[in-house]
C-alpha cells in the first residue's frame, strides 16, 4: 500500500515522483491474489496504486473486469495529467462538448478526475448539459480527493453534521409484553406532543427540524383537531387482530340459508360492503390533510382503512358464496353526510360514533341471524374491528370537547344532520330495513315477518342506546334529549341480551 | 346472541308490522350471477375465484357509490366524479396482490427481533438514525398519497381500492418500524431531510402519474436500497426490518409496473405524457441519487456510507457501496420500465441517470 509510517502518503505530482513510487508501491496481498486470479497485471496495479487510487477502488475495477489495455490506457493517461501534460481529446469528441455548449476545459477536467474517454463520449451521447457533467465530475473529484487525503482531511471531512444534532441519546426503548409498541416509543421528548405542531413538512416527531423544506400542504396542526389518547394502542391492536377473510373463515363449513334468507343476508352484505367503501374513501381523503407530529392517528388510520378493506372483502364474498351476489344498492343518503364533513372531528364523530354504532348493530343482526358458525366468525371479527373504531371515536371527541367546549353546539349539528338523513333514507328505502327482518324472522310467513320486525326494533333499541351511551362517554349526555325525532322511536331501553 | 323469550313475545305482540314492499327479493331485478357455490382453493376463498366468470366492465357512468354487480337504486345520491373507465386505474395483478398483502401483514411490535440490537459505535448508531429518520419521512408521503385517490376510483373497480388500502397499511408500519429502530437503540431521531423531490408524489392530478412516480420510480429506488440491505444491517433485526419491508414495496412495484402496462397497452397515445411524467420525477431526484453530496439530501447518502463502511473513518468504502447502490437502482428501474413496455426510457431518460449506469 502507498503508506509512510502507516499514514497514507500525498499522491506523486511529477513523472520522476510517479516512477520512484511505482518502485517502493506494495501491493496488498488479497489484491495481489485478485489480480493473480483475473490474470491481470501486477504491475498495473501497483501503477493505480502510486497514483492515489485507493486498493478499494483497483479492487472494484478488477472484480467489474477491466481489461488489461483499458487499464493500460487509463493508467497512462492519469500518469501524462498528473504530470501536468495534456490528454489528447479526439477532434471528434471536442466537437461534441462544443455542440452541448460545455464549457472549453471541462473535458480534460474530466479526464483528470479519471473518466475514461470513452466515458466522456458516453456522456456526451447520453445528452449531459456542461452543469450535470459538471455534476459528475465534482462527485468523481471528491472521490479522488477522499482516496489522496491524509489523516487530518479525512477527519475533517467525516465530521457530518446530522451526527451533532441534539436526540435523546442514550435513551433506549426495551420491549414489553406486548413486543416493542408504538406508545412505548413516546419517552423523554419523545412523548411530549405539542397542543400544535408548527411544522408543514414531513418532519417526523422528535427531529431536528431542516429549514429549507419545502410544506406538504397539511391542514390539521392541533391536536384538539385529531388526537385520541388510545390511537397508538388501537394501532398495535389492530396490527395484532389482522384477520383474512380468505382463509380465516370456514367458507366450506358455511351451508346455504333457505333461498329467501339466503337474499337477505346477500342484501344485508351488499349494504355493508357500500358502506365500507364509502368509509374507506372518507379515511383516504383525511389522511393527507394531518399533519406528522401526530403519526399515532395517522397509522391507526390505515389500520381503520384496512378493516374496511377487509370487511369489504368478506362481505362481498359471503354474498356470492352461495350463488345470490350483490343485492340492490342503497342510495347512500346518510353516508354521503360523512363525505361531506368539513372538519376532521365531524368526519371522525360521525364515522366512527354514529356510524359505526349502525354497522355495529348490522353485525349484531348478522350475528344473531347465522345460520353457521362461519357466518357467525364473520360478523363477530367485524364487531371486533368496528369496536375500535368506536374507541378512536370516542376517545378523540372527548378530547375535542374538553379542549374545545365553545364547539359543542357544532358537533350537534352535526349529529343532527346525519341523523336526519339517516332518517330520511331509512324511510325512503325500505330495502335493507325489509332484509333485515326477512334475515331476523327466518323467512316471508306472516308469523316470520312480525318476529323479525320485533327483533329488528330491539336490536334498534340497542342501537340507539349504545350510540347514546358512547356519545356519554365522549361528554355529550345531552344528546339523548336532543336525538332526531325519527331515531326516539328507538330510544327506550331495550331488554337485556344474555 | 339469545334474546329474552318474553320480552320477544312482548315486542311481537306490541309492534305493528309496517307494510313490506319486498321488490328486492325479486331476483329477475337482479345482475345475473351464476348460481353456483363458491368452492375456496388452496389459498382459501381468493377475489379471483370470487369473481371468476364475472363481468367486469370497461366503463362506467354511474357515480354513486353501488359495489360493482348490485342493482341500481334509481334515485341514489352520486358520491364523486370517479374515473369512467377502467383501463385508468386498473391492473391485471391487482386481486393477487391484494390477497397477497393481507396473507402477509406483519406486526413491527412482535415479528421483529428487537432483542438482537445491541450497542453500536456512536458514529454508526448516528447512521442508522439519519437512515431511519429519512425513511420515516418517505414513508409518511408513500401513506398519505395513495389515499387521496381512493374516492376517485369507481367502486365498479374496487379491487384497485381495496389494494390502495393495504398499501397505505404497509406504509403505516413501515414509517412505524423505522421510528421505532431509531429510538430502540439509544439514539433518536436525527435531522429532517430536504424532501422537495418527495412532494412530487403529493402533487399528482392524475392516477398513472400517481403510479408512475410512486410505484414505479420511487418505490423501485427504495425497493433495491432494501434489498441491499445485507450491507447495512448490523443484526438480525435490521435485517428483519429490510426483507419485510421490501417485501410489502414488491406489491406495490408489481401493481405499479402492471398498471403502466395496462395502460400502454389500451391507450397507447399516452406513451408521451408517461415520459413526461417520468421525466419530471428522474430530474428532482436524480439529484439525491448522484451523490453523496448532493444538495438535496446529503445526510441519507451520507448515512448510507457511513453504515456501509462500518463507520465514518471508512467512508470511501461506504462511497463504493453507495455508487454501486445508485447503479443498481438505476438498472432495476430501467428493467421494470421494459417488463411495463416502455424499453425506450432507456435512452430518454435523464442524462444523469443515464449517464450513471454508463460511465
Not at chain 1, 111 to 120: D, I, K, P, W, Y
Not at chain 1, 142 to 168: A, K
Amino acid at each position: 500500500m502507498a503508506t509512510v509510517g502507516g499514514a497514507r502518503r500525498p499522491p506523486p505530482e511529477t513523472l520522476e515522483e510517479i516512477h520512484m513510487s511505482q518502485q517502493t508501491t506494495e501491493v496488498p496481498e488479497e489484491l495481489a491474489r485478485l489480480a493473480q486470479e483475473r490474470d491481470f497485471p501486477l504491475d498495473l496495479v501497483r501503477r493505480a496504486l502510486a497514483l492515489g487510487f485507493s486498493p478499494g477502488a483497483v479492487r472494484a475495477q478488477l472484480l467489474r473486469g477491466i481489461s488489461p489495455q483499458e487499464a493500460e490506457e487509463f493508467l497512462a493517461q492519469q500518469e501524462r495529467l498528473r504530470a501536468g501534460e495534456e490528454v489528447e481529446v479526439p477532434e471528434e469528441i471536442t466537437q461534441m462538448a462544443r455542440k452541448r455548449r460545455w464549457p472549453a476545459g471541462l473535458v480534460q477536467r474530466a479526464l483528470r478526475a479519471g473518466f475514461r474517454l470513452s466515458e466522456v463520449r458516453a456522456m456526451l451521447d447520453a445528452g449531459l448539459r456542461f452543469d450535470q457533467a459538471e455534476r459528475l465530475v465534482i462527485i468523481r473529484e471528491r472521490s479522488q480527493e477522499r482516496q489522496r487525503e491524509g489523516g487530518e482531511g479525512r477527519q475533517r471531512r467525516t465530521e457530518l453534521p446530522w451526527m451533532n444534532v441534539r436526540t435523546e441519546w442514550g435513551v433506549r426503548v426495551r420491549p414489553g409484553k406486548k413486543g416493542l409498541t408504538l406508545g412505548s416509543l413516546n419517552v423523554g421528548t419523545y412523548g411530549d406532543v405539542p397542543d400544535y405542531w408548527p411544522y408543514q413538512t414531513e418532519m417526523p416527531r422528535g427531529a431536528y427540524h431542516n429549514p429549507g423544506a419545502p410544506p406538504m400542504g397539511y391542514t390539521i396542526y392541533e391536536k384538539a383537531e385529531l388526537w385520541a389518547d388510545n390511537a397508538a394502542d388501537l394501532y398495535e391492536e389492530a396490527i395484532q387482530r389482522q384477520w383474512k377473510p380468505a382463509t380465516a373463515i370456514p367458507w366450506d363449513d358455511i351451508a346455504a340459508l333457505p333461498e329467501v334468507q339466503e337474499r337477505a343476508l346477500a342484501q344485508l352484505c351488499t349494504y355493508l360492503c357500500q358502506n365500507a367503501l364509502v368509509c374507506s374513501d372518507v379515511i383516504g381523503r383525511w389522511l393527507k390533510e394531518m399533519s406528522y407530529g401526530y403519526h399515532e392517528v395517522k397509522v391507526y388510520m390505515a389500520t381503520a382503512g384496512f378493516d374496511y378493506a377487509r370487511h369489504f372483502d368478506v362481505f362481498r364474498k359471503r354474498a356470492y358464496l352461495n350463488g345470490i351476489g350483490m343485492g340492490r344498492q342503497s342510495p347512500g343518503y346518510y353516508l354521503r353526510v360523512i363525505k361531506d364533513a368539513r372538519r376532521w372531528t365531524e368526519a371522525a364523530t360521525l364515522l366512527f360514533i354514529f356510524n359505526s354504532s349502525y354497522v355495529l348493530h348490522l353485525c349484531q343482526v348478522g350475528y344473531y341471524a347465522a345460520g353457521s358458525e362461519g357466518d357467525a366468525l364473520i360478523f363477530r371479527l367485524a364487531m371486533q374491528d368496528l369496536a375500535r373504531q368506536t374507541a378512536y371515536g370516542v376517545k378523540h371527541l372527548q378530547y375535542f370537547l374538553m379542549r374545545k367546549p365553545e364547539n359543542r353546539e357544532e358537533v350537534h349539528t352535526c349529529l343532527q344532520r346525519a341523523e336526519s338523513l339517516f332518517a330520511y333514507e331509512d324511510d325512503k328505502d325500505p330495502t335493507l330495513q325489509e332484509a333485515l327482518i326477512v334475515l331476523l324472522g327466518g323467512g316471508l310467513g306472516e308469523e316470520e315477518l312480525k318476529r323479525g320486525w320485533a327483533l329488528l326494533n330491539y336490536f334498534r333499541r340497542r342501537w340507539l342506546r349504545d350510540y347514546l351511551r358512547r356519545l356519554e362517554a365522549a361528554g355529550l349526555p345531552e344528546r339523548r334529549d336532543r336525538l332526531f325525532p325519527y331515531l326516539r322511536q328507538w330510544a327506550p331501553a331495550p331488554a337485556a341480551a344474555r | 346472541m339469545a334474546i329474552d323469550q318474553d320480552m320477544l313475545h312482548q315486542l311481537t305482540t306490541q309492534e305493528d308490522l309496517p307494510e313490506l314492499d319486498l321488490s328486492w327479493l325479486r331476483p329477475e331485478d337482479r345482475a345475473r350471477v351464476e348460481a353456483t357455490r363458491l368452492r375456496p382453493g388452496r389459498k382459501g376463498l381468493t377475489l379471483d375465484t370470487l369473481e371468476a366468470g364475472q363481468d367486469l366492465p370497461d366503463a362506467s357512468d354511474d357515480y354513486t357509490a353501488r359495489p360493482r354487480g348490485a342493482e341500481r337504486h334509481p334515485a341514489a345520491a352520486r358520491h364523486h366524479l370517479y374515473y369512467p373507465l377502467r383501463h385508468e386505474t386498473w391492473s391485471d395483478n391487482v386481486r393477487l396482490l391484494y390477497e397477497e398483502a393481507v396473507q402477509r401483514q406483519w406486526s413491527s411490535a412482535t415479528d421483529i427481533p428487537w432483542h438482537t440490537l445491541r450497542p453500536l459505535p456512536d458514529d454508526v448508531e448516528r447512521a442508522w438514525c439519519q437512515f431511519a429518520t429519512f425513511l420515516t419521512e418517505v414513508e409518511f408521503i408513500a401513506g398519505d398519497t395513495p389515499g387521496q385517490w381512493l374516492e376517485r376510483i369507481n367502486p365498479e373497480w374496487y379491487e384497485v381500492k381495496l389494494f390502495l388500502l393495504t398499501q397505505i397499511m404497509d406504509e403505516a408500519r413501515h414509517l412505524d418500524v423505522f421510528r421505532k429502530r431509531a429510538l430502540a437503540n439509544g439514539g433518536g431521531l436525527l435531522q429532517e431531510s430536504g424532501g422537495g423531490g418527495l412532494r412530487i408524489i403529493l402533487e399528482c392530478q392524475d392516477f398513472s402519474e400517481f403510479s408512475a412516480i410512486m410505484h414505479v420510480f420511487a418505490e423501485a429506488l427504495v425497493q433495491t436500497l432494501f434489498r441491499s440491505g445485507e450491507a447495512l444491517a448490523y443484526n438480525e433485526a435490521e435485517k428483519a426490518i429490510f426483507r419485510l419491508c421490501a417485501q410489502d414495496e414488491s406489491r406495490h412495484i408489481a401493481f405499479g409496473v402492471m398498471h403502466l402496462k395496462h395502460i400502454l397497452e389500451t391507450q397507447p397515445w399516452r406513451r408521451e405524457e408517461i415520459h413526461y411524467y417520468l421525466d419530471k420525477i428522474e430530474g428532482p431526484l436524480s439529484l439525491d441519487m448522484q451523490s453523496g453530496a448532493s444538495a438535496n439530501a446529503p445526510l441519507f447518502d451520507e448515512a448510507i456510507m457511513v453504515l456501509a463502511g462500518g463507520g465514518r473513518k471508512n467512508i470511501d468504502k461506504g462511497f463504493d457501496f453507495l455508487m454501486n447502490l445508485r447503479r443498481r437502482q438505476v438498472l432495476e428501474y430501467l428493467h421494470r420500465l421494459e417488463v411495463a413496455g416502455l424499453p425506450e426510457r432507456r435512452y430518454r431518460m435523464n442524462p444523469v441517470l443515464r449517464a450513471f449506469i454508463e460511465t
